[in-house]
């Protein structure tokens, strides 16, 4: 079965434009995580939607970010006025809970790269 | 202030060389312990969730515990194939879910 997609794969953009970043996320799962990963660095959560109810954006590192989830399925993570320090590979994975637990599926990534 | 630290930082082991990874945890209130290994250039992968303390998971040759400070990911008879970063990271019960990724344990295994 198809799993997690995200576009675009990657996206080059210039300094102070806004983009917009889409995953897929595999059908029935309830719940979707936003993470960014910077070259060398950690993983940083971003955040985190379950079902349908609206998420608590705190976990966003700027008022520039914005994400939202339609219909408990596709989720758009949207950058304004981008920086240069908004680089990094942006990976969305959604999730199956089951008695046993939960099972997270990541999506292959969006690299941005803001020059 | 909610953190994960991973010792050690790089692991170097024999092909069959069993050993274990430690995730130590500091968080108001645990939502789920994750475990993913991450291979270089791709996507993490995921492996465990935990949620309270005494709870064990087993993959293969990977076995997860947890307890209120800490899990451990144990490695039984190891293979090249299983060299990778293996990363920890707790949910925490806040208002927004945050998940804190601890820093990964890089490991490498000699056939």
């Known amino acids: 079965g198809a799993g997690v997609s995200q576009s675009p794969s990657n996206k080059v953009t210039e300094k102070g434009k806004d983009v917009e970043l889409r995953c897929d996320p595999i059908s029935g799962h309830t719940a979707l995580y936003w993470y960014r990963q910077s070259l060398g660095q950690g993983l940083e959560f971003l955040i985190y939607?379950?079902?349908?109810?609206?998420?608590?954006k705190s976990g966003l590192p700027s008022d520039r970010f914005s994400a939202e989830r339609t219909g408990g399925s596709v989720s758009t993570l949207t950058i304004q006025r981008t920086q240069q320090e908004d680089s990094a590979v942006y990976l969305c994975?959604?999730?199956?809970?089951?008695?046993?637990?939960?099972?997270?599926?990541f999506g292959p990534g969006t690299r941005l790269l803001v020059l | 202030e909610d953190q994960v630290t991973q010792s050690p930082e790089a692991l170097r082991l024999q092909e069959g060389e069993s050993s274990s990874l430690n995730c130590s945890y500091t968080v108001s209130g645990l939502r789920g312990l994750f475990w993913y290994r991450q291979d270089p250039g791709k996507g993490p992968e995921f492996l465990f969730t935990?949620?309270?303390a005494g709870e064990e998971k087993e993959k293969e040759r990977l076995k997860a515990t947890l307890t209120k400070k800490e899990s451990f990911l144990h490695i039984t008879a190891p293979k090249p194939e299983d060299s990778a970063t293996y990363l920890c990271a707790v949910q925490a019960k806040t208002s927004y879910d945050k998940v804190i990724f601890g820093p990964g344990t890089s490991l490498s295994v000699i056939p």
């Open positions: 994975a959604s999730s199956l809970v089951t008695r046993l637990g939960e099972t997270q599926y």
């Open positions: 939607f379950q079902g349908n109810s609206a998420p608590d």
């Open positions: 935990l949620y309270s």
